[in-house]
T-cell receptor, first 117, second 113 residues
Framework: AQKVTQAQTEISVVEKEDVTLDCVYE???????LFWYKQPPSGELVFLIRRNSFDEQNEISGRYSWNFQKSTSSFNFTITASQVVDSAVYFCALSGGGGSTLGRLYFGRGTQLTVWP | GAGVSQTPSNKVTEKGKYVELRCDPISGHTALYWYRQSLGQGPEFLIY????????DSGLPNDRFFAVRPEGSVSTLKIQRTERGDSAVYLC???????????FGQGTRLTVV
């Protein structure tokens, strides 16, 4: 079964602090894909990143970075020098690589990040 | 269009009525998905299409829910005999293929009173 756990329901930080959002996943697939999406108050889910299970290299994009560790089944997301505009709900998601799990996204419950000025 | 478009953005209907929700995907995207999001939850998968056919409809909660994509582009999610528990935001997404990232529309907020 596919499962994504985001243990942090809410996080509050002050602007310019670094913050890490945790994501732990479960899957029996050897090929799978991991995603992060941002959902601002407007409601639209915004795609941030997609990684496949064979690529464990960490990735940095501006103030965003992602740490993928297969050994701990984690795909954590760090925002450096947070800004008020980063306030949103962040979702981690998993998609299988074949069969009945291919195509569909399994989402965690999300982490509400609030950045105070 | 540039992004995934969903109409209407809001729909209020009476219990027992029939509703249709429309999704216009990104041009050229072969895969189209429907999700449902309740307050405080992550989106839950309903169905996805590869071209015109429903490749996986295992997430549809019961036979009151049905979706079509007759020409491989626009899709319609149909809900018969709506119930108050159907109230949620219905999200549509599309992707170039089923292994590439999905882009979401702004959703349709359905309220059944």
């Amino acid at each position: 079964a596919q499962k994504v756990t985001q243990a942090q329901t809410e996080i509050s930080v002050v602007e310019k602090e670094d913050v890490t959002l945790d994501c732990v996943y479960e899957t029996r697939d050897t090929t799978y894909y991991l995603f992060w999406y941002k959902q601002p108050p407007s409601g639209e889910l915004v795609f941030l990143i997609r990684r496949n299970s064979f690529d464990e290299q960490n990735e940095i994009s501006g103030r965003y970075s992602w740490n993928f560790q297969k050994s701990t089944s984690s795909f954590n997301f760090t925002i450096t020098a947070s800004q008020v505009v980063d306030s949103a709900v962040y979702f981690c998601a998993l998609s299988g690589g074949g069969g009945s799990t291919l195509g569909r996204l399994y989402f965690g419950r999300g982490t509400q990040l609030t950045v105070w000025p | 269009g540039a992004g995934v478009s969903q109409t209407p953005s809001n729909k209020v209907t009476e219990k027992g009525k029939y509703v249709e929700l429309r999704c216009d995907p990104i041009s050229g995207h072969t895969a189209l998905y429907w999700y449902r999001q309740s307050l405080g939850q992550g989106p839950e998968f309903l169905i996805y299409f590869q071209g015109t056919g429903a490749a996986d409809d295992s997430g549809l909660p019961n036979d009151r829910f049905f979706a079509v994509r007759p020409e491989g582009s626009v899709s319609t999610l149909k809900i018969q005999r709506t119930e108050r528990g159907d109230s949620a935001v219905y999200l549509c997404a599309s992707s170039l293929t089923i292994v590439t990232e999905a882009f979401f529309g702004q959703g349709t907020r359905l309220t059944v009173v």
